[in-house]
């Protein structure tokens, strides 16, 4: 057994494991969005939503991305599709 591989999907799941940042990342597998939509969508605090996106962002799942002077974020790690697709169905 690979151990590397299953420590590796741990600690994706991990990051998936709580439930606003499942919200998050199943938004933006749609399409891109600043931190101001996510919060807005979201209903929550800023500094909640940028905790979360930090933790993501810091895991490899999402990416920040320019966009003139703003900053939109996108998922980078193609197995999370997968993932939130096995949820929404």
């Known amino acids: 057994m ?15 494991g709580h ?4 919200k998050i990342v199943d938004g933006l597998l749609s399409h891109t969005c600043n931190v101001g939509e996510i ?8 500094s909640t939503v940028s905790q979360h996106l930090g933790l ?17 974020y996108k998922v980078v790690d193609a197995k999370v599709r997968g993932i939130i697709d096995c949820i929404n169905q």
């Open 39 to 46: 919060v807005e969508g979201l209903g929550l605090p800023q």
């Open 19 to 22: 439930p606003v940042r499942l």
């Open 2 to 16: 690979d151990s590397k591989k299953y420590l590796k999907y741990s600690e994706l799941f991990k990051a998936l």
């Open 56 to 72: 993501l962002r810091n895991r490899g799942i999402i990416a920040p991305e320019k966009d003139g002077v703003r900053t939109c």
